[in-house]
Structure formats: C-alpha cells, structure tokens
C-alpha cells in the first residue's frame, strides 16, 4: 500500500506476530509490549487493516493485537480514529467474511471505519513482483482508488 499512497500517507507497520496473548489477569500492570502496541496506534491518524482470512474470519493474532490494544474496557487505543479494512486471500472470495467479522469488531471499538469501496483481493501467483509492485494493472488502479477514498475519509473524520 505504502507505493500506491505516494506522498499521500505515511505508513507505520505494526509488527503483531510477537505479541503475548492478551489475559485480562494483566490489565493492572499491562506487558510492555501491550503498552507500546497502545502508543503506536495512539500515535495515529488513521488505521489501515490488512488481513487474510482464516476459517472464514480474522486470524487469531490480530484479534489477540486489537484485544491488547483495546483493553482494559475503557482504555481503548482504537477509540475515535479512522479505520479501512481491506484484505488478499487465496480463496475466491478474497477475505469478505473476514473483512465483515473486523468491521463488527471495529464499530465496536468506536472506529469510523470507511464504508466504501470494499476491497477484497483474490491473491493469484504474480499479482505482486519481487519488489512489492502490484503487477495487474486493473488491481492496481482499484487500490489507488482505494487509497485516495481512505485519504478522503481521514479528511472528512478529522474535520
């Protein structure tokens, strides 16, 4: 995505594979890891997700980061910013059930999360070069729309 945004958008991956399983056993004295994940996401304009779709659902360990990164109730780094939601899967529907499961919990969250488009991407082999480019230019251009509309919508939210 950080290519199709241009001078647009800053990215600033979140690294969410070593995270520890959030127990609600720690909510008084939060793991450091927890802490610092709740200061990235603080640190933000804006929120773009980006999953694949495991058993038709999010995978386990973006649940277990967004469950870190919104708790203890009330102390939710996720309250208030804007959020977009999109996915590639192998699968030929691209990531649409795991997708609608992340906005359920988002809205939850108190994110304004980007109604339109919907992007679900169905990964084939060369889709993208070595380099990261996103080879088909059909796709490519829908994930330029797709970013200018979620430029549009941090505009609009942070108004």
Not at 148 to 153: A, N, Q
């Amino acid at each position: 995505m950080n290519a199709l945004a241009e001078d647009r958008l800053e990215f600033d991956p979140v690294r969410i594979d070593a995270l520890p399983l959030y127990n609600q056993d720690f909510d008084g004295d939060y793991p450091a890891a927890g802490v610092a994940l709740k200061a990235q996401v603080r640190a933000a304009d804006a929120v773009l997700f980006v999953t694949p779709e495991y058993n038709r659902s999010v995978p386990g360990v973006l649940k277990n980061a967004i469950d870190l990164a919104s708790r203890p109730y009330g102390d939710s780094a996720f309250a208030g910013l804007p959020a977009a939601v999109t996915g590639a899967s192998v699968g030929s529907i691209g990531t649409a059930l795991a997708q609608q499961h992340l906005r359920n919990i988002l809205s939850y969250l108190d994110m304004a999360v980007m109604p339109q488009p919907e992007a679900y991407i169905h990964f084939k082999d060369g889709l993208v070069d070595a380099d990261g480019r996103i080879t088909k230019q059909d796709t490519r251009e829908f994930l330029e729309d797709f970013v200018d509309r979620f430029v549009e919508w941090i505009d609009r939210q942070r108004s």
